[in-house]
């Protein structure tokens, strides 16, 4: 699979030509909270995706694209899943997650609560509160409940038991709602989330995280900051189209950096690749 490429088609058919490729998946799908009539662009969230499907569509949906996430992830990879509700169902959030967790390998490991600046929109219902929040799904596969990773460091250890401490990351991030405002994607988180959740996540530099929702190019972004691979699906050409213009407007100091550190990482992995290959004949 080409690597740092935004594919113009279905996540489901990005995935299909995958396997075992990607070290964590970092994605908000739609929500599924525009009402069915919603036609007009006021209330529109997407400029392709029509986001009103049945309770019963949207769910099936979702465990497709999780059984597809368990064919890509790398052992002890995690989901990095943004998921909201819309005042009109508020219960449909759970219902999905209670499915993935009940139809596919995958279980919550954490939650974590997104606090943005600004509430959007105002609820103007007589007893609904107004959310300035949203939670990420830290999804594992429920045999590696123990083992998947994060980049928790190690401040202190037990003389007596031999026992690491930890550092302690709070499942609370406070971040920007995006990055600007578009009429082609109105539901786009922003790179400085995106970032914090891989400063967490991300194996090590060079690590590939896929979004299945690229939209205007956040996910890909904040992974071109942080030194990392990025595979991205999105059915919008035009979304795609503004990432690109996007990634050609880097300073060419920047692009020339990141194509250098590529190049060094591809040499230190045929390295490690060479001496595995020389530790196994060693051992026949």
Not at 222 to 228: E, G, V
Request: aromatic share 10%.
């Amino acid at each position: 699979m080409t690597l740092n490429t935004v594919f113009i088609e279905d996540a489901l058919v990005t995935m299909s030509r995958m396997k075992k490729e990607v070290d964590l998946v970092l994605t908000s799908p739609p929500y599924n909270s525009s009402r069915p009539s919603a036609s007009d662009k006021h209330n529109r969230r997407y400029d392709v995706y029509k986001d009103s499907k049945s309770d019963t569509e949207y769910i099936k949906w979702t465990i497709k694209l999780f059984k597809a996430y368990h064919r890509i992830l790398k052992a002890n990879g995690v989901v990095l899943y943004n998921l909201s509700y819309s005042s009109d169902n508020p219960a449909l959030i759970h219902l999905v997650v209670a499915d993935i967790i009940r139809n596919t390998p995958f279980t919550v490991a954490d939650t974590i609560v997104w606090k943005k600046p600004k509430a959007m929109p105002n609820n103007k219902s007589a007893n609904r509160l107004t959310r300035i929040t949203e939670t990420v799904y830290v999804f594992c596969r429920k045999k590696e409940l123990k083992t998947f990773k994060t980049n928790k460091k190690v401040v202190s250890l037990d003389k007596r038991t031999g026992q690491h401490n930890y550092e302690n990351l709070f499942n609370f991030i406070e971040a920007p709602n995006n990055d600007y405002s578009n009429q082609l994607n109105k539901a786009t988180f922003s790179s400085e989330l995106a970032m914090k959740l891989l400063d967490i996540y991300a194996p090590g530099p060079f690590s590939v995280v896929f979004d299945s929702f690229m939209g205007m190019g956040t996910t890909a972004k904040a992974a071109l900051r942080k030194n990392l691979h990025f595979i991205g699906s999105e059915i919008s050409a035009q979304q795609v189209e503004q990432f690109e213009i996007y990634k050609e407007g880097l300073p060419n100091a920047e692009k020339r950096r990141y194509k250098i550190e590529k190049i060094l990482n591809s040499l230190e992995l045929d390295k490690v690749v060479q001496n595995k290959g020389a530790t196994e004949k060693l051992t026949i």
